[in-house]
């Protein structure tokens, strides 16, 4: 029997390197590549993708997947080999349904799309995208109609599904609007007292190199290390491996902003450190990955947010980081950059949002994407909505497109659906939050002396070696012992 | 018949699409990776080699093949429809006779290789290196074997197939004996005369951001174009394309000596020009390579020696070098420059060799693997034969093997029989060389004028368009109307 399983393994493993070679072809295009490298990139990213998708949604694959059933048992669902095969099934079942040549178009449409959308942002012009978006569009209601009659309940649901393994609209609807019901009225409230922090210290003059040397200091407290990981500059900051020793951060500079690059080059590390702790026994697996996108979320989120935007940690840094800009911060107290870095203050882009107006945006992209895909509200409105809907939930202006509807990178790769895992990913960091500090009385204490190990320990034992074995609820039931619960934030 | 045509093509064109991925994967190897990543890329590489070569020895492409017979007889051998017919024939036959087993293992073993030569050459260990060389070694006999019965003459003859088609040892031989008899006494009779030539202005502190915008101000001039092209630093320089709008070069920067990186970036531009300028309807075929490995030498060893250490090009540029470097050579005569950077004089580094000695070093490492590959040398002995040979040829003590036998990374990479086409490479810029200045008798004057445009098209024109059409032999005949000939240099 181990002779098929190890049969499986190998096919998977082949499937595996392809996929990587993927993430990499796809973190060159954001990071490296020539801009006029794009045409003939947007091919190979789909050719890869038609030939792993073709060779996984094999007929063996599905006769191994078969033959394996009664070892699947016998070795159990927590063992790797019971996980890998359990995964895989799943896996298979909803590849089967889906055309190598849709798998490929829409790959293919999703690069094409990304230098479009730069231009679009760089020149605040929607015009320039809208075509682009549309074909994105058309090819996720395709991608939809391939599930139809698998059980699932909306539309959305099947993209959920993608990104957070049984995850439904409504539950994500049930999160949301009890953090809409506490948040909007909240923001409102406590808007005079933020109109009352100063944060000028974070904007000034920040030389780019500068930036990097004390993120990079930081990070390799947190546990970055030059032997496996790197981190370049790119127009949306993101995180991917290419194996747990080649782990790839990249974040966003603004030479006047500090904050901009500080605190997404944290939120990135957490998503690496994540991949990078996934038991190595799981390499050249689709278990190597992670239990889904909301809890890869929810440890960028925790290390952005509840380490990186915490006093204890700035006890040990915030010497190190006056001595990197003494201008800026010499004569700035500890206890005015703290204020400043926790500031709540409704603002036009997601990725540099405070923790209590961040959610706000997520439901915003959430709400549109569900009229999107409904119908209910065409392409060519979009702007118009989100411009509403900003004022609606945070109380501001939107200038213009570069700094509304064109900000982040996920729908011209086609990503649609993935936005709610944010907001679910700092429902789950507080839970976990709360749990991990009840077993590690000592936290603060040891990021005072700049010592994460503990934390870092913590996750790597109780989330980040099991990999992908798990669903979000599995994983939160062994952890927390429950489900997901907003009440935590 | 077109139908069937377009059916190869479309194949060739996926197939191809996957050599891409893999050169960047290689590029990113080289440049990118953190080090650990390396175990898992070389898995990834030995997928992507196997793949393709599974899918191009499918025997579909064969019947293919097989019905175009008369479609390729009716669109003529110099059409783009024949010419990708009968180079698709001719490495389909070949392929076939390669398991694709060994071809992965090929790929895996060259890329597990690379951080044992890097380590090796650091520490100036060869005995970290040789397991890996010996297995690199052995794969290489086993490769061989795969073409008896195809009427190879020897077996470097197969070897130098794949770099240069129809190329054999006798010819390459019967061209370096030439060029040894007349070399070694020559540069024993030029001794004396390098002994008095100053080039200390080249050696001194030279800090790569400068040296990388000099280089890069040159580039551009040449036809460098920031959209469709990138220089990245390497351990040894190298160029590689993954389609004609993305051109990657990389070189190697000493701090303390200009001209490494100067020429070496020189060097790799000859061949990045010549994958930019091939005929953009060739994009994702095997026709967008080159005519062959000693014709892509020709170009890097025509710009980084006929143009870049000619005094015409520096008329014009060596004004902006002592902007940059007031220091070394403000007090310097353009003409003491000139002595300088074509200094002869015996190295160790072949890639940083004159232009008279560097044959010589290529003409050494011929003659070390006909003897590996023979069995007369055993790699426990090679240092040692190298050193040897080094002090028959040009003179010299090899002080460490990192300045001896672990200078280059090809063997490391298991390409074994590709140095001579840099030999030849040079014998073929010289033939290119007089036969274009003939035709653009103004080349000097306007080189002094910053002015590469007729060159540039000239050899746009006469070779690079025409992509991998071609071979050496066939391409020879076209533009200088004969065969090599090393009478020339």
């Known amino acids: ?283 050249r697996t689709s278990l190597s990955s992670v239990t889904s996108m909301s809890l890869h979320e929810s440890q960028s989120r925790m290390w952005e947010n509840l380490v990186g935007r915490g006093l204890p940690m700035w006890r040990f840094f915030y010497p190190r980081l006056q001595a990197t800009f003494p201008d800026q911060f010499g004569a700035v107290e500890l206890d005015e950059f703290y204020g400043a870095i926790n500031k709540v203050q409704p603002s036009l882009i997601r990725v540099e949002a405070d923790e209590a107006t961040y959610n706000l945006h997520i439901i915003l992209r959430f709400e549109l994407e569900q009229e999107l895909l409904s119908g209910d509200l065409s392409l060519e409105d979009l702007p118009e909505a989100w411009n509403a809907r900003m004022e609606e939930y945070l109380g501001i202006d939107v200038p213009d497109d570069a700094r509304g509807v064109l900000q982040d990178v996920h729908w011209s790769g086609g990503a649609i659906g993935y936005f709610p895992t944010y907001a679910l990913g700092n429902v789950v960091s507080v839970q976990l939050w709360d749990k991990l500090r009840g077993e590690l009385p000592d936290l603060d204490a040891q990021f005072e002396k700049g010592e994460f190990g503990d934390l870092a320990g913590w996750l790597r034992e109780n989330l980040h070696v099991h990999g992908r074995k798990y669903t979000s609820k599995e994983m939160l039931e062994r952890i927390v012992g429950g489900p997901m619960d907003p009440d935590c934030l």
């Open 1 to 283: 029997m181990s002779k098929t399983y190890e049969e499986l393994k190998s096919r998977l493993a082949s499937i595996h390197d392809l996929h990587m070679a993927r993430s990499i072809l796809g973190w060159d295009q954001h990071t490296k590549m020539p801009p006029r490298g794009g045409e003939v990139r947007a091919e190979q990213l789909g050719t890869l993708d038609r030939f792993s998708h073709e060779l996984f949604i094999d007929d063996e694959i599905g006769r191994l997947l078969e033959e394996l059933l009664d070892y699947e048992e016998e070795v159990g669902p927590d063992s790797l080999e019971g996980s890998l095969i359990r995964i895989t099934r799943r896996d298979y079942e909803k590849a089967k349904r889906v055309p190598p040549e849709l798998r490929a178009e829409m790959t293919r449409a999703g690069a094409i799309a990304l230098p479009p959308w730069i231009k679009a942002r760089e020149t605040s012009d929607f015009s320039i995208f809208l075509p682009y978006l549309k074909r994105n569009l058309e090819l996720t209601h395709q991608y939809i109609e391939c599930f139809e009659g698998m059980g699932f309940e909306s539309e959305y649901d099947v993209l959920l599904d993608d990104f957070d393994e049984g995850m439904t609209a409504d539950v994500v609807r049930t999160v949301f609007d009890e953090l809409k019901r506490e948040l909007i009225p909240l923001i409102a409230r406590i808007q005079d007292r933020a109109d009352r922090v100063d944060d000028s210290s974070l904007h000034g003059d920040f030389p780019i190199e500068k930036q990097r040397a004390i993120a990079i200091e930081i990070l390799e407290r947190f546990g970055f290390d030059h032997e496996s990981w790197r981190l370049d500059p790119t127009v949306h900051p993101f995180a991917m491996s290419a194996g747990t020793r080649d782990i790839r951060l990249t974040t966003r500079y603004d030479e006047t902003d500090l904050s901009v690059s500080l605190f997404a080059t944290i939120h990135e590390f957490g998503h690496g450190f994540y991949e990078a702790n996934v038991d190595p026994a799981t390499e």
